[in-house]
Nanobody, 122 residues
Framework: QVQLVESGGGLVQAGDSMRLSCTAS????????MGWFRQAPGKEREFVAYIGAIGLTYYADSVKGRFTISMDNAKNTVYLQMNSVIPEDTAVYYC????????????????WGQGTQVTVSS
């Protein structure tokens, strides 16, 4: 069992930066790859970024070059550094854990956090 708790959301101006954190509890955290998803009002939950157990990453095209996902295994924490944010980044952001490699399919993720709201003002 893995419990995930996100933090770091809030209100940010377009062009600024924000870092989200996701802290996991559970002794088997290192077995999982991690992902970030987001869901805007009235839209489907969409993939944002993925990091594998050995640090390989990949991103949705909409955030590539602006967002960076990283992992600190010693702290059981995954980060999402968001730079040059735009209003379209406004959403509830969720972290999630999966045993699937390179998955952007939310159905492959077995544990989810409660989400943190990010609002980008123009």
């Amino acid at each position: 069992q893995v419990q995930l708790v996100e933090s770091g959301g809030g209100l940010v101006q377009a062009g600024d930066s924000m870092r989200l954190s996701c802290t996991a509890s559970g002794r088997t955290f290192s077995r999982y790859a991690m992902g970030w998803f987001r869901q805007a009002p009235g839209k489907e939950r969409e993939f944002v970024a993925y990091i594998g157990a050995i640090g390989l990453t990949y991103y949705a095209d909409s955030v590539k070059g602006r967002f960076t996902i990283s992992m600190d295994n010693a702290k059981n924490t995954v980060y999402l550094q968001m730079n040059s944010v735009i209003p379209e980044d406004t959403a509830v952001y969720y972290c999630a854990a999966t045993i699937s490699a390179y998955s952007r399919n939310r159905n492959d993720y077995v544990y989810w956090g409660q989400g943190t709201q990010v609002t980008v003002s123009s």
